[in-house]
């Protein structure tokens, strides 16, 4: 079966069924021309992000249900690195007309896992079609306190949640073996380092799970999530803060998978954690002398992206990580 | 110039310094991980359409400046349709690395002057990179108090804001044509009929001006805006009151331009009204009795859909409009 055989207006109905639930705040949800919502919390959290074929995403090496997965993530991520609560989600969905209907299925099965988890309503959108698979999510959130990318201050220490680097490894892995895993499922797949060392990976690049960062928010003064790299999205918060940043590439957490499967490919594991993207991970600052639940890679300066490494040499941090308009 | 030589963060900076005014309510606008706002209002209104080259528009017929005035247009019909108050739109834009820079500052005219006509504030989004050009708008708006599809009566009466099918006629002369005209230039073209017949027909396809509903909202019962063509949003009007209704064929309202390209291409007008579709006109019920500024065309009843031609025989209402997945 197509989604041309299916037939647009039963397939809306069907997605209307499945996730008209009711949520709290929810007025009116699916099936109008707009949602309807009442607000809670003081400030309201809006963020988008768009998902194309071939751009950001490819099925050979995705299944639909991570791809949908990973769209939720993502947004959710933006979210909380705002220290919000994300709380309802609109959607648009665009395919070939011939897509396979089972495939658009575990799409949604993979968006529902990802709504459960994070405990998110679905409100609206609308499905459409296009050449390519294209994707957009927009997630309304709430925060009774939010925190930027622009309260950083010399003398802060810097911090990032987890390892770095695993999500671009594991895209790595994926495009080596040209076929996509059903971890979802309970799939392994064979490859050079085995699934101990890959599985992990490839798990963190098709199914990202957002961070949440309420055990030392109150301690933040600077927040954003890396999504195109630590060092880009590093200089985009010393920007908004008007400071500058020492990081030190022996603290930069790397994860045991990542330093074996990079070994295989003989790339640089630091390079993979620095410039590499789609970690989401959360990157935040804090007052030195605070107890901070998470791995401290540098200190705020005045001014200027230091790199120190091993040796205790300096260098100007290269800003590298994904753009979508650059050579 | 190509976007690919302007770059993405430095394009992401020019449209943060444009767009990134001050608006009521609006804490945190463009740069950050999210936009933050403080709600206003007691119902909060959300939704959001996708729009791609080929399937939703041709950059052969339409200017970029057009497509961005009409994304907004869209998106602002849907929060209209509520009886709400547009406030903040959020934006994705994908176009090809190798997107032509004016044609993207020029789309971004178009958003530009729909967003002062109608109030509105971008707060924030992303762009990327796609082989074809591809915007997700999301509306963010409030209402004291909203109109759904759902509180239509038997015995209600059934109105249309303006004329249709003008749209879809307009279509049909951009697509004869096979080019685009700068209206916002004040530029001209001449095509059969003449530009006098042909000029208002293609604005209406092109530069759609949501309708506000201001003058009767207090009237109406049940509300949607035309997007999709009469019968298919009139049906599913009909469902969600869970009514039937009757329109009378003389009284849709069809203007003098339509009817006369109508007949240049040898069409049915009352097909193109009925079932063309990107009307953006609002489709609404009020009590009978109640003084109304609009064009009555009918009546609800209480199951079925009947169309009464102008010699008084019913016949059932053809449910035709466009479908994205449907043969």
Redesign the interface.
Known sequence: MR??D????P?LDILRRRFGKRAPGL??GI?????????RG?????????M?E???FDLAWITPFQLGYKLVSVNV???Y??G?RPE?M???F?AR?DFDLEKFYSLFDGIEAALNDYKLAL??????????V?L?A????S?SK?L???GAKPGDLIYVTGSLGDSACGLRILREMNRSVEIEKGKKSRFGPGWETTGPLIRRHVMPCAVKPDRFLRKATA???ISDGLFIDLSRLCR?SKVGARIYAGRVPISAEMKKAADYFRVDPLALATGGGEDYELLFTAPAGKKVDAHCIGEITKAGLRLIDKDGKSSRVPIKGY?????
């Open positions: 989604l041309l299916a037939g647009e207006l397939l007025i009116l099936g109008d021309d707009s949602a309807v919502i009442k607000p003081r400030n309201l959290l809006l963020t988008t992000d768009m194309v071939g751009v950001h991520s933006d979210v690195a705002m919000g309802y609109l959607l648009n665009a007309r409100v609206g959108g609308d499905i459409s079609s296009a050449d390519k294209v957009s927009t997630l309304v959130g925060a939010y930027g990318r622009g927040m954003i999530d908004e753009q979508h308009f650059a050579y």
